[in-house]
């Protein structure tokens, strides 16, 4: 379907779309055999001003949106969502400082960010801080001139390979998430150290590991916003950064959808080609339709951010709850469409159905989407009986 790009927004696209087939598409199954972080294909993504798309011009970036984000995440999540989970993850860990960051933060950090030179990761959660953010036990204290970081935080994307840590951390425990607050952590700071480095069952070319804070002194220059602004400014990263985790489910839904056609026009049973049976048709039509909402939904919801709207926690969950189920359900089809050939790593789909499982968990597990839709339901219908 025609979504009326600009000819800038159908270049990224067209873009996207070539780093994935030329860059991605070839070392994919060797990245997530050996679970390798891909730097070379970041490189490329920074080089190729992709990097940039959502900073403002006057920081060295494209001075575009979310709805130009989006398009080249959905583009590299056709071709391998742990590709584009080590990209998107970029713009996650960026965005405290475009929300909170003071001028001399976003001049020292964003142009190197934008170029690709400096890799970003998004420090949030802890193993007693999952769904619930706002138990996060990992402290901040002013001393001096400097803040005191110590605690551990668990399972961070690009954890290691950053070079730029977006830190959550409490500065007053008495004030529950209330005291809370955003740090900008440097990569090499004494008494900032990297941990277990998890081997998980998809996404195996994005990195996942642990940030161990033991006395880590940073410059109290570089708390984001003002103490206990940490937690609003998690919630607005999220609010910003759910719809490209919707495109992941877009892109890897489409990348198994041409997967499964190829393969069913190709397959012969019974004297024919399986994709000439109607129940294989019917199969194919759901996971296109589905697929087509979802993309329609992301973009919708993008535009309406890029408007400039301030409320957009519930259609940002709504976009990250419904394309991302529709990312597993058309996946694990298309790996039914292609029988026991859809099952072996012959073939991309079980990569893409493996890939496909942590977007309904990570940025707020699926059922916490429903939570902040729930909530903001409640709300509008309690301002609306005033
Ligand atoms: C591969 C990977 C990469 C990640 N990258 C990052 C990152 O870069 N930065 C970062 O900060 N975090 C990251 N995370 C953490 C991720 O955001 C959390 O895993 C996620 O928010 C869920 O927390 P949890 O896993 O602790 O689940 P839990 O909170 O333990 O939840 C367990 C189950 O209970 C349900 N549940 C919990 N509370 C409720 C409730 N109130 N209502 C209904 N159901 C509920 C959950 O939906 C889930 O089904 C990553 C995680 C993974 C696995």
Redesign the pocket.
Known sequence: MDYFFTEEQQMIKDLAAQIASEKVVPVRAELDEKSEFPREIMNVLGQSDLMGLYIPEEYGGAGMGSLELVIAIEELSKACVGVSTSFA?NA?GTYPILIGGTEDQKKEYLPDIASGKKLV?????EANA???AGGVQTTAKLDGDEYVLNGT?Q????GGEADVYTIIAITDKEKGARGASAFIVEKGTPGFTFGKK?D?MG?RASV?CELVFDNCRIPKENIIGKEGMGFIVAMKTLDKSRPGVGAQGVGVAQGAIDEAIKFARERIQFGKPVISFQAVQHMLADMATATEAARALIYAVCRFIDSGAKDVSKVSAMSKLFATDVGMRVTTDALQVMGGSGYMKEYPVEKMMRDAK?LQ?????N??QR?VIGQALIKEAAKGSK
């Open positions: 993850a996650l990761a998004f420090g949030l959660t999952g769904s619930d935080k399972w961070i994307t690009n998890e998980k996404i996942t942590i968990i990570y940025e707020g597990t059922q916490i939570n």
